[in-house]
């Protein structure tokens, strides 16, 4: 396998990775051992109206949820697409040769 293969690999495991934290559902579970959804970490998904409903103090918790998922989510997802496009670009550069 080429390093330029390795690298799209690699890059594209990294941009999915990244979308995978992006997008899965958030949900903390209140003391009723209910689980109140928060949405994603894009903040897709939340109601925050019924979630003031259960306690107002849970929606600055799941804003700090959809905060830290966008720390973690979006380096990797921007990791993975410096490897895909420098694997793109070192492709087309062999290429003119």
């Known amino acids: 396998m080429s390093v330029r293969t390795f690298a799209a690999v690699v890059g594209l495991a990294f941009l999915l990775g990244g979308a995978a934290i992006l997008l899965v559902a958030l949900a903390v579970e209140a003391p009723s051992g209910t689980l109140v959804p928060c949405g994603n970490g894009l903040g897709i998904g939340v109601d925050e109206p019924a979630v003031a409903a259960v306690s107002p103090a849970y929606v600055d918790i799941c804003a700090d949820l ?19 496009v420098a694997s793109l670009i070192g492709a087309r550069k062999a290429t003119r040769r």
């Open 66 to 84: 959809r905060h830290r998922r966008l720390l973690w989510g979006l380096p990797v997802s921007g990791v993975g697409v410096v490897l895909l």
